[in-house]
């Protein structure tokens, strides 16, 4: 083993140093926080500015309307975070409200019991055409009443 040079420690401080948290300042909750594009599906795609303030409010309204019902639920989705949707349900709401969310995406139902652990409740986000796919037959989990399905628009 080589004995540690100057400029390893010099080397290892500087490292240290940039990994260490920044001082940060409150967010400003008129600041543009977001800019989200629509698909495109109906013409060019346009831009969508959302302000935290914005995001604040809808993450407080997705806990008014599923909070109470699910308070211990995990959060599985299908719609990817990437999607404003999914961006808000699977990920802000969750982590503003310390509720567990599943990183994995649910591609398919049938997959649902896998990624809901047992005894576990959880709340399904999903777009109206997954949703509008479920079977007549739901999953175990659903008939146990330890999940919930959520969905923006109609199937």
């Not at 997959?111 to 777009?127: K, N």
Request: net charge negative; with cysteine.
């Amino acid at each position: 083993m080589r004995p540690i040079e100057a400029h390893d420690a010099d080397a290892a401080h500087a490292a240290r140093e940039a990994l260490a948290p920044a001082a940060s300042a409150p967010l400003d909750p008129d600041a543009d926080g977001l800019v989200v594009f629509t698909s495109g599906s109906t013409g060019a795609p346009e831009a969508c500015h959302k302000r935290l303030r914005q995001l604040f409010d809808e993450i407080d309204a997705l806990e008014e309307a599923f909070g109470a019902v699910c308070p211990d639920a995990t959060v599985i989705a299908s719609v990817s975070a990437q999607h404003v949707y999914g961006l808000l349900f699977r990920v802000l709401w969750p982590l503003a409200t310390g509720r567990a969310l599943q990183a994995r995406s649910l591609v398919y139902l049938e997959d649902l019991a896998e990624l809901l652990p047992a005894g576990e409740r959880a709340i399904l986000i999903a777009s109206p055409t997954h949703l509008g796919r479920l079977p007549a037959e739901a999953p175990a989990a659903a008939r146990a009443g330890r999940c919930r399905a959520a969905s923006a628009g109609r199937a």
